[in-house]
């Protein structure tokens, strides 16, 4: 009685809220029900309601804005955090009771259903035979993630299975996919992030992949560069395939002498075997050939012999360059390594040596390899008495570049008293970690001008970064010094910035001192 009083309250309070023509015409439409058919002539006009939208100053608050997301009180409750982690290896996972209550937003209840089969309709058998594993998944949410999984759930060819079998995806990969579709978040590891690319181009996920391609790039050096470019080539990614041919070109020897080079296929075998700006020896591209013919007739079940070697290299053999080799290189290595023919070694030979050189399949003309860049950082130069000294001192400078560059060595000045020679110790390190270094001597003539000094392999420099270039030079004479140093110069397309090194102890900075130039390719 008590719920009906006070409905019947609420209803009078809204009545006696109405304007004063809605009662009127209210209280005359319940007299009409009373009269009897003859008066039905005397009919009122149809009652129009207008509909107003009250308006007010609060904001409309959403479910996250209501119930702000607090820490579980007991043990009991748990965090998406935590479910993400148990469903990464339990599928059966049952969530608390009410457990839709404690996530205030459709993104933490969806993430919840991230490998659980609670509500699952569709489960997928992935990975080869042998490596199979069972993920539940839920259509809605997988077509709304993937225009694939839509065409395969809901499309006119739609087959309505309980079970999926995708032989083609590693398990791993595939949950990596599933955790983006549900979780909206992209957990990429190194050693799957391939298999991933893979699932996220099979499935038409396009932010993951470019995330993937991302992840790849960051992540791109010499010794993957050449796996990673056969994979570029197979996923159609353009700029990730143009990276990895900066790396291969600068860092060549690397590169080729890396275990993943003997993972690619033939037809990126022959790309870069064609390869006009390979920076290396070409009796380091042999070696690395023969190296790949090896991994090759394992992966065929053929024996490891000479004939099977030139056979699975094929014609590939002839797109390396080995009339270019020096002469000692050709004797003592690839005359003697059994692949080239008797008739093709003699005629190498007289290539080397006879005036009327014979046709040979080979390619004969080098490579044009990188022409390396020079940054100059000072206007000037001079020299004094007592300056510029070398007793074991460190000259060191900071910098760092607004592109990838490959830093192949520094310029470094000689003696302003005569021709000399100078030991130098050249050293590039980034945050104290040293990336490269080299010991060598150069001779200088009595002129200002610098003189390169090389580090072994090519160091391969992000940008935004500051790195440190250090030189501990021996030599009795003074030499040149630079003058009026800029803290930025502009070097082709690369931007340079140049500050100075905690690490010198021999007087160079930004404005004057050693290590005039860097000399890098891009």
Known sequence: MVDDKEKNMKCLTFFLMLPETVKNRSKKSSKKANTSSSNSSSKLPPVCYEI????????????ADIFPRKKPANSSSTTVQQYHQQNLSNNNLIPAPNWQGLYPTIRERNAVMFNNDLMADVHFVVGPPGGTQRLPGHKYVLAVGSSVFHAMFYGELAEDKDEIRIPDVEPAAFLAMLKYIYCDEIDLAADTVLATLYAA???????????CVNFLETSLSAKNACVLLSQSCLFEEPDLTQRCWEVIDAQAELALKSEGFCDIDFQTLESILRRETLNAKEIVVFEAALNWAEVECQRQDLALSIENKRKVLGKALYLIRIPTMALDDFANGAAQSGVLTLNETNDIFL???????????????ARKGLVPQRCHRFQSCAYRSNQWRYRGRCDSIQFAVDKRVFIAGFGLYGSSCGSAEYSAKIELKRQGVVLGQNL????????????????????????????????ILDGNELSYFGQEGMTEVQCGKVTVQFQCSSDSTNGTGVQGGQIPELIFYA
């Open 201 to 211: 181009k099979k499935y038409i996920v396009p932010h993951l992949a470019r995330a």
């Open 440 to 471: 060598s001597k150069y001779f200088s003539d009595g002129s200002s001008n610098t003189f390169p000094v090389w580090f072994e392999y090519p160091v391969q420099i992000e940008p935004d970064t500051f790195y440190t270039a250090s030189v």
């Open 52 to 63: 107003i939208t009250l308006k007010t100053k609060k904001k409309k608050k959403m479910a």
């Open 351 to 365: 290539w080397y040596t006879a005036a009327k050189k014979p046709e040979l399949q080979f390619v004969s003309k």
